[in-house]
């Protein structure tokens, strides 16, 4: 078999192509081939005019002898041999150190920050650290986020009120959302710059009522200013208050714990009874000696104390978050014979005649008098929301009231054995509802002479009498008698009417003297939860009504 030969001149050429292409592959990756001949110097990849022969990067545009800045990229871009010599990065001074720079401050051109300096010129205020592009723009009056609004921010708004006289008082009536108006609602009259007068510690002789130069006491404010209103800061304040015929609307500004209205043993410690409306919010009323009569007859006389806390005649008080305690009134004094003079007082704690009396988280403690230590009420409207009367001392009944329109929802009678008879609630005619009442360790816990009540979702637990009648029509529905005495008239009612007798389920309570530290709200797992009048709603959480009372602060 015959070999073909290959001509000289055509082996030749070959080795040539071959040799070639080895070595354009040593100067670049990239070979291009036209026809069967390669070339470098005149190809221009990258399209940015210089050919690759002059291009000392012919893989990307933004290289080339062409370029006039060479920028801070970290690249030749001009391809001198040299990195970054332009620097086109501008820097601007950040004093407040937020990431964020002032743009009238400009410092020189760099490739890298000089401390202290940043990229952004974004900032409107550089001394501000909490203020830059993208901030929360709370409301304080400042542009934090650099919108060229202040407080334009939704989400910060505030519940506020307000405040159209500009005596840094709110009006409760006109609620705004957003970041105006005042955080309170202390105001009684918007258009009045003195309202409300302002009461409380005072240094020096300045005293006008206003928020700086306060009145140093309640009796003075009333009897020189001109407002509806009064605030009243924390403290203790030492005499008799009488408003004499003037609507007032007063409360405090930290409430019944730290507001104290001390007797000064001149009477009640509060006296309303020229047909006044006043409302009185967050105290304690504690050391009054009572509203005094003296009676006389051929035989004898007798010295009547009333009301030691609270005496109300003829007029509308609305008492709320207050406490009333230790008011002593006489229990029973006699000189000589019996008939010649007699010393005795009613309403320890408040004592009402023929007007309206409203309590709302009310507590009376540890008050004495000779009848109602705790309270006495007649012919009047008496409502009750979330009251408690709790080691009250007295000879008769610690809360007797006569010929009343009664309306009382949550009331508590806590340890209430007065020294003779009757014990919790003494009704004598009248009519009127009593619901949540939760009555624990009382002689006869609601004792009915005659009227006409309507007693439901009740407890009454470990007392001597849960309910007793006498005359009237008493009806006594959904309520649970636990442990009580054997002359409870309705102790044996249990399974009709919707009453029970079992185990309440208190947080706390234990039988003694110790009356301050008993809770008597009822236990996840009570049997009187959800077991109250299916008609009546429980206001603390919608649901059927639970039995007893379920707060003293509602």
Excluded at 38 to 52: I, K, L
Excluded at 413 to 436: I, M, Q, S
Excluded at 519 to 545: E, H, I, K, M, N
Aim: hydrophobic content about 30%.
């Amino acid at each position: 078999m015959k070999t073909a030969r290959v001509p000289s001149a055509h082996l030749r050429l070959t080795t040539f192509l071959v040799t070639a292409t080895l070595t354009a592959c040593a100067r670049s990756s990239v070979v291009e081939v036209i026809g069967d001949t390669a070339t470098d110097a005149s190809v221009d990849a990258d399209g940015d005019g210089s050919p690759r022969g002059e291009d000392c990067d012919d893989s990307r545009e933004d290289v080339s002898p062409a370029v006039q800045t060479d920028g801070c990229d970290d690249v030749d871009n001009d391809c001198d041999g040299a990195t970054d010599e332009d620097p086109d990065l501008v820097w601007f001074a950040d004093v407040d150190d937020d990431g964020f720079g002032d743009p009238a401050t400009i410092g020189p051109a760099g490739c890298s920050a000089p401390t202290g300096w940043v990229s952004n010129a974004g900032d409107c205020d550089d001394g501000d650290g909490t203020v830059w592009p993208g901030a929360d723009d709370v409301c304080d009056g400042v542009d934090n986020d650099c919108s060229g609004t202040a407080d334009d921010d939704p989400t910060h708004f505030v519940q506020a009120f307000l405040d159209r006289d500009g005596d840094g008082s709110g009006d409760p009536g006109t609620p705004v959302l957003g970041c105006g108006g005042v955080r309170n609602d202390d105001d009684c009259d918007d258009n009045n710059p003195r309202a409300p007068a302002w009461v409380g510690p005072t240094t020096g002789t300045r005293m006008d009522g206003s928020a700086d130069y306060p009145y140093p006491g309640l009796q003075i404010a009333l009897e020189r200013s001109t407002a509806a209103c009064f605030r009243v800061r924390p403290g203790t304040y030492v005499g008799a208050l009488n408003p004499r015929g003037r609507h007032a609307v007063i409360s405090s500004t930290d409430g019944a714990e730290a507001t104290f209205l001390v007797g000064d043993g001149t009477g009640p410690v509060l006296t309303v009874e020229s047909g006044e409306n006043v409302q009185l919010e967050g105290f304690t009323l504690s050391g009054g000696t009572g509203k005094v009569e003296v009676s006389s007859w051929t035989d004898g006389s007798q010295t009547t104390h009333y009301g030691g806390g609270v005496y109300i005649a003829r007029s509308t008080l609305t008492l709320t978050d207050i406490i009333v305690r230790d008011n002593v009134l006489p229990r029973l004094s006699q000189y000589g014979e019996r008939g010649e003079h007699t010393v005795y007082g009613n309403g320890g704690g408040i004592y009402a005649t023929s007007g309206t009396l409203w309590l709302r988280g009310v507590t009376l403690a540890h008050n004495e008098a000779h009848i109602a230590a705790a309270l006495y009420a007649e012919y009047g409207l008496v409502i009750l929301r979330g009251v408690e009367a709790r080691g009250n001392r007295g000879t008769y009944a610690n809360l007797a009231l006569f010929e009343n329109d009664l309306d009382v929802e949550d009331l508590v009678l806590n340890g209430e054995r007065p020294d003779l008879d009757y014990g919790g609630v003494y009704l004598a005619g009248g009519r009127g509802t009593l619901a949540n009442l939760t009555a624990v360790d009382s002689f006869k816990a609601v004792y009915v002479a005659y009227g006409t009540y309507d007693v439901v979702n009740g407890i009454f637990a470990d007392n001597d009498v849960g309910v007793q009648v006498e005359e009237g029509n008493v009806t006594v529905r959904w309520s649970d008698f636990y442990a009580n005495g054997t002359d409870t008239s309705f102790g044996a009612a249990a399974g009709s009417d919707g009453n029970l007798g079992v185990d309440p389920g208190f947080v706390r309570w234990t039988r003694d003297d110790t009356v301050d530290d008993d809770d008597f709200a009822l236990q996840a797992s009570s049997p009187l939860r959800d077991a109250g009048d299916p008609s009546r709603v429980d206001w603390t959480d919608g649901s059927r009504s639970d039995m007893g009372a379920r707060s003293v602060r509602p």
